[in-house]
Structures are given as structure tokens and as C-alpha cells.
């Protein structure tokens, strides 16, 4: 509630201020116009990264006249997926790689590659991938530094030297996922002592890792707490993490709507997103605990939009 | 009919094991069981010495409206950094996940209604049947324990089999951070749209809450003075009644 409130606050005064823009002057060009046609309901799940990735859509669209909706916190891919698919939500931003590997595919290290097998699977379903984000954001495996020293830990494929030692904790769904705990079995040969399942790399895993209730936690690579409290990512050695770069996915019937001036729009704020800059705002969010609504509006103005 | 032959065979194969519903039924019983305990360990004695007394009218008061306005869910949350830091700290916990902060939480959410039950119980024994009692010479401690006791155990058990059933309800939350128990194939179950799965667990979890209720109504049919029924109200004591208890016959006489 507070974030839906805070994001009208916000929204309420970019609107006022694109009246006073349009009011300013019509000579202005384009940027203040209402647009006519649908609705654009901006979905996401439920971690601080995925917020700020929707809230800059959704400012950014609402700043050049859409009318937007946000759909925030909504689950897994299991839940979010179906919601974009049935048109509860027109948007939503996503990973190349987790996504196409939901839909039955094998993504691959390649991000155009990855970003072009996306297409293919998820246009049956009437949606559209639009240009990826050189930014990544990967399931990373993450140990405190004190453990990566004990045990000489600097890549996954040392944790098979710990078979039946460790403990991992991630979200509820990895046991069930080839990318978590599935992937770490077959492809390293991992055997954990046991798995306890948190939240989807949030504060309880962070707080369950530092605590050492946990041994390794399944965090994102983009995710700006590992650095601030000396986590070591191990590194993936044997490729299990394909590309994961961030995309919009869009519904198809809204694409026709709008047409090039939406896609266009979306492209340009896409490819200013980096992996640096992902951190960055994530570990604003994470840890100087500012909301995401503020952050992507700080973002969007730092970059010219 | 497919989603119930589904389930059929969900309950069929998935009995045993470390995450079967054996084993989720007991984790889910035992921190149920062990918050309960506590709670009435706690909150009894409390509230029978504060009703006997009768003060801390207020107290109980601002307890159960505190204690009625947390959430279970708020107090999990708090509850969490706390157990963490227990589990470093104290050599008896070595997890801060899981039990720790489900217990926490169940306790404090079993500890208001236990201790007003039986405040209120103790509290709304009749005063002139105090008063006789007094006049018999009954005093402090004894009073308590035979006279105010047990003529409060209806309520003070209602107060117990109320919070027993919540808590059981309750302790699904406990999935949350990374507890077993019945929450975790409704937590599980979510996280993957698995939808068999959740209707499973809650449907263990509701037979638990039914079998709990069940369970505490026996024993309190049980325990309590049959003398305490409606009859008390209509019926002449006869005197094999009246000499039942046998310790002062001759001041019943009299």
C-alpha cells in the first residue's frame, strides 16, 4: 500500500508537471500529450530490483503521456507469466535467459542468441521481447567471506569438495529450477546438506547467510549487498547461468496500439541500463532503504529522460 | 475430476520422507504444542493469582488489546533479526530460522487469551460462594486451588482449546522463514503454482485445527466437575453430594 500511494504522490506530480509543461508552451513537441488508446498496466515481482526496473517503465511512460497501472509484488515467474499472458498485466521486465528457460527452452551464454530463441517461444503467446538491456542480472551463489576463507571457496565447482556439508537457502522454488538447486546437482555435482527455503534474494537470505544459518544463499549478481557486506560471489565455472539480460515484454495488442513510438521509447530507456548501474540503485534500495519509486525517478532524470 | 484424483494421488505419494505429510504434521504439532505449553505455563499462573487477588484489572485489559492488535505475521518479522542474534549468542540455540521464530510468534500470540480466560474465569466465580468458602476458612493459596479453580476450569479450558486451535492455524506462517511444517506446501506450493500441492496443505492444516478442537472439548468434558454443568443451577444437593469432597462435613452441616 504504502509504494501504491507513494508511486500516486509521484505520479500525481510528474502529471502536474506535465500540465505545466504543456501549458508552458505547445511548441513544446510531443512530450506532455496524453496519448489515446490502452491502458498500460506495468506488472512485477516481488524483489526490490524488479520495482525499480517498474516503476522507471512506468514513470517514464506516464511522463510521456500513456496512461499507465502498476501491478507490483506479484509472485514468481509462475504467477507473474500467466498474469501477462491473460492481459492482467501489458508489461512487464524481464530476464532473457530464466524466461526462455520457463518457456522450455536452453539459453546460452549468447545474449543476442538468447534474446532471439525468447522471441520465438513467447510470440505464440502474443507478446513481444523488446531490445535487451546490456544489463544482467543472474542467480548468483554467495558465501560470507569468512567461509570463502575457511574452506578456500572462489567458484561453485569447490563446493563439491564440501558434499554434504552445506546448507543452502533461496527461494522456495529452486529445489524445483535446473538455474538453482537442480542445475547445481547435475551440472556440479553439488550435494547440499540441506536446503532451506527463504525468500526470493531478499533480507531474510541475507540476514539467514550473515547469521549462519545458512552457508551458501542464492542471491542476484546485481544485487548491491554482496559488495557492501563482503560476500563472495563464486564464480560460475562451468556456465551453468546463461545470459540474463534485462528485457520488457510487452503484449502484443498493446505494441499495435502505440506502435514504434512506444517501442522506440522503451529501447532507448532499456539501453541505458547497465549491470553498474543495476547494483548501484539496488543497493540504494536494499540498504539505504530508499523506495523504488524514488530511485527510478532519480535514475530516469540522471539520464535524460 | 481430475484436480481431486490429483489430489487422491498427492495425499497417496507423498506420506513419507523428510518433506512428507507425516513429518510436516509432526514439525507443524510439536512447534504448536511447544507454544501452547509455554503459554499456559506462563499465562496461567499469572492470570489465576491476578484474578484471585483481583488485581491487575487494567493490565489484563491493555495485554489483550495489545496482544489482540499484533499480528502474528508483524511479530514473525520482528521476531527474526532477534532469534538470529539468540542463535550466535547462546550455546542452546543453534538456529535462528525456522522453530525459533515460529515459536516466538505463536507465543505470543497463545500468551493474551490463555492469561484473560483465565483471569476472567477466576474473576467470575460467584463471590458469595467465595465468601462462604472464606467463612469456612478457607484462605490465600487454598481458596484458589479448591474453590476458585476448579469452578473456573470451564472457562480457563475454553480459553485454552481457543488458543490451541489458533495457534495450530497459525503455525503456517512458520513457513515463511524456513520452517517446516504444513505451511511450507502452501508456501511451496505458491512459489511454484503448484496448485494440488496447496490445497493439500491447507487442507491438512484445517483437519489439524478440526482435530485440535475436537481433542480439547473431550478433555474438557472430561476434567471438568460434573457438578458444573446447568443442573448446578435447578438441582438439590443431595447429601451424598454435599459430603463428596469430605473435608469439612461438619461445616457443610452446619
Not at chain 2, 496448485?195 to 472439548?217: C, K, N, P, Q, Y
Request: charged letters at 15%; hydrophobic letters at 45%.
Amino acid at each position: 500500500m504504502r509504494i501504491n500511494l507513494r508511486s500516486r504522490v509521484v505520479g500525481a506530480a510528474l502529471i502536474a508537471m506535465a500540465l505545466v509543461v504543456g501549458a508552458c508552451g505547445d511548441d513544446n513537441g510531443s512530450g506532455g500529450d496524453t496519448k489515446e488508446g490502452p491502458t498500460i498496466t506495468i506488472g512485477s515481482t516481488n524483489f526490490g530490483e524488479q520495482l525499480i526496473l517498474g516503476e522507471i517503465f512506468a514513470q517514464v511512460l506516464e511522463a510521456n503521456g500513456y496512461t499507465v497501472e502498476r501491478q507490483f509484488n506479484l509472485g514468481s515467474r509462475e504467477v507473474v507469466y500467466p498474469a501477462l499472458t491473460s492481459g492482467q498485466i501489458d508489461l512487464l521486465a524481464e530476464y532473457t535467459g530464466s524466461l526462455l528457460t520457463f518457456k522450455g527452452g536452453t539459453p546460452s551464454t549468447d545474449s543476442a542468441q538468447t534474446a532471439a530463441d525468447l522471441q520465438a517461444a513467447i510470440g505464440p503467446d502474443g507478446l513481444t521481447a523488446l531490445a535487451y538491456s546490456p544489463a544482467q542480472d543472474r542467480n548468483g551463489f554467495v558465501v560470507t567471506g569468512e567461509t570463502a576463507q575457511a574452506l578456500g571457496l572462489t567458484a561453485l565447482s569447490d563446493l563439491a569438495a564440501h558434499n554434504g556439508e552445506l546448507t543452502l537457502g533461496g527461494p522456495p522454488e529452486c529445489p524445483d529450477r535446473p538455474l538453482c538447486l537442480l542445475g547445481l546437482e547435475e551440472v556440479y555435482g553439488i550435494q547440499f546438506f540441506g536446503f532451506i527455503p527463504l525468500d526470493v534474494g531478499g533480507p531474510l537470505t541475507v540476514a539467514a547467510l550473515e547469521g549462519g544459518e545458512i552457508d551458501v544463499a542464492l542471491l542476484f549478481t546485481s544485487d548491491g549487498v554482496i559488495a557492501a557486506k563482503g560476500f563472495v560471489l563464486l564464480e560460475d565455472d562451468r556456465n551453468l547461468q546463461p545470459s540474463e539480460n534485462v528485457v520488457p515484454v510487452v503484449r502484443d495488442d498493446i505494441v499495435t496500439a502505440y506502435g514504434s513510438q512506444l517501442t522506440d521509447l522503451l529501447d532507448s530507456v532499456s539501453a541505458k541500463i547497465t549491470t553498474a548501474e543495476l547494483s548501484a540503485l539496488n543497493k540504494r534500495y536494499g540498504i539505504d532503504a530508499v523506495d523504488a519509486d524514488v530511485l527510478a525517478g532519480e535514475w530516469l532524470a540522471a539520464n535524460g529522460f | 475430476m481430475g484436480f481431486f484424483a490429483d489430489l487422491g494421488r498427492w495425499f497417496l505419494e507423498n506420506w513419507s520422507g523428510d518433506a512428507g505429510w507425516l513429518v510436516r504434521i509432526w514439525q507443524h504439532v510439536e512447534v504448536s504444542a511447544v507454544a501452547v505449553v509455554a503459554a499456559v505455563l506462563v499465562a496461567l499462573p499469572l492470570g489465576a493469582w491476578l484474578g484471585h487477588t483481583g488485581r491487575g484489572g487494567l493490565a489484563v485489559v491493555s495485554v489483550v488489546n495489545i496482544g489482540r492488535a499484533m499480528p502474528s505475521f508483524g511479530i514473525l518479522a520482528l521476531a527474526l533479526p532477534f532469534t538470529i542474534w539468540l542463535a550466535d549468542t547462546v550455546w542452546f540455540i543453534d538456529n535462528g530460522l525456522g522453530f525459533a521464530p515460529t515459536f516466538v510468534a505463536l507465543f505470543a500470540l497463545a500468551l493474551p487469551p490463555v492469561f484473560t480466560n483465565t483471569w476472567a474465569g477466576i474473576r467470575g466465580v460467584d463471590p458469595e460462594i467465595v465468601e462462604a468458602a472464606r467463612g469456612m476458612g478457607f484462605t490465600g493459596r487454598r481458596l484458589l486451588r479448591d474453590v476458585e479453580f476448579p469452578l473456573a476450569l470451564p472457562v480457563i479450558l475454553t480459553g485454552v482449546r481457543v488458543t490451541a486451535v489458533q495457534v495450530v492455524a497459525t503455525a503456517t506462517l512458520g513457513a515463511l522463514v524456513g520452517y517446516g511444517g504444513l505451511g511450507r506446501y502452501i508456501i511451496d506450493g505458491f512459489a511454484t503454482q503448484d496448485d494440488v500441492r496447496i490445497v493439500a496443505g491447507a487442507l491438512l492444516v484445517a483437519a489439524l485445527s478440526v482435530l485440535t478442537e475436537a481433542m480439547f472439548s473431550l478433555v474438557e468434558r472430561r476434567v471438568v466437575s460434573p457438578g458444573l454443568g446447568i443442573e448446578r443451577q435447578t438441582t438439590v444437593p443431595t447429601p451424598e453430594t454435599r459430603f463428596r469432597n469430605g473435608e469439612h462435613p461438619e461445616a457443610v452441616l452446619s
